[in-house]
């Protein structure tokens, strides 16, 4: 398994304004991920963060709106650029192990657009 | 197209009753699957993976692909089962899609 962490934990921005959440996991893994979580709704996975080349977004979500980095095999970030109240959602760090295609999640950073 | 599908919102048992948690998917190879539980105020974390077929906490799942369902059960609840339950498709390159989830509650 894998123990990863976020920060910040949560946030409240204004409307306009970027976030960047970062992502650590405390080993070296191929593949991470980023999912957005609104209230009482599922997962959705916004994009696969890949070491050493551009980060693979789903369908409905864009590199423009949601720059990310994997700078390493431990460490990504995530960006909200120019948020609105839309973009209020928990946003969700995972790491692939490879073992059994399972991943696992890091708390969660809970942020609030006014 | 990949979908995975969890019927229930809500699922309201008593303590030592039996639980199943519905999960149905829609996968053209051979899918594998996984139940992750999310407790109050902690994280998201994997309960049981159908490949291993384990026990984890007393719960099951056994994958029935002519049914295409996987679902999550427990002969007998306990009130530190109350949780979010979402069962989980790997679509390729670890990708997971994932179920709308099922508050499961517990009463005494």
């Known amino acids: 398994s894998a123990v990863i962490s976020q920060k910040p934990s949560r946030d409240i921005c204004q409307r306009g304004t970027s976030l960047t959440i970062q992502c650590q996991v405390d080993s070296q893994v191929t593949m991470m991920f980023w999912y957005r979580q609104q209230p009482g709704q599922s997962l959705t996975l916004i994009a696969t963060a890949n070491q050493g080349s551009e980060a693979t977004y789903e369908s409905g979500f864009v590199i423009d709106k949601f720059p990310i980095s994997r700078p390493n095999l431990t460490f990504s970030t995530l960006t909200v650029s120019n948020m609105s109240p839309e973009d209020s959602s928990i946003y969700l760090c995972?790491?692939?192990?490879?073992?059994?295609?399972?991943?696992?999640f890091g708390p969660g950073t809970r942020l609030t657009v006014l | 197209a990949q979908r995975v599908t969890q019927p229930e919102k809500l699922l309201s048992v008593f303590k030592g009753a039996p639980v199943e948690l519905k999960c149905n998917y829609s996968?053209?190879?051979?899918?594998?699957l996984f139940w992750y539980v999310q407790y109050s105020r902690q994280r998201l974390q994997l309960l049981l993976r159908?490949?291993s077929r384990e026990s984890i906490k007393g719960f099951t799942a056994d994958l029935n692909k002519g049914e295409t369902s996987f679902h999550l059960k427990k002969p007998f609840a306990q009130e530190e089962d109350s949780a979010m339950y979402y069962c989980?498709?790997?679509?390729?390159?670890?990708?997971?899609?994932f179920g709308t989830g099922t508050r499961l509650l517990v009463s005494p």
């Open positions: 989980a498709l790997h679509a390729g390159f670890q990708k997971l899609v």
């Open positions: 995972s790491a692939g192990t490879g073992a059994y295609n399972e991943q696992f």
């Open positions: 159908h490949i």
């Open positions: 996968y053209s190879g051979s899918p594998e």
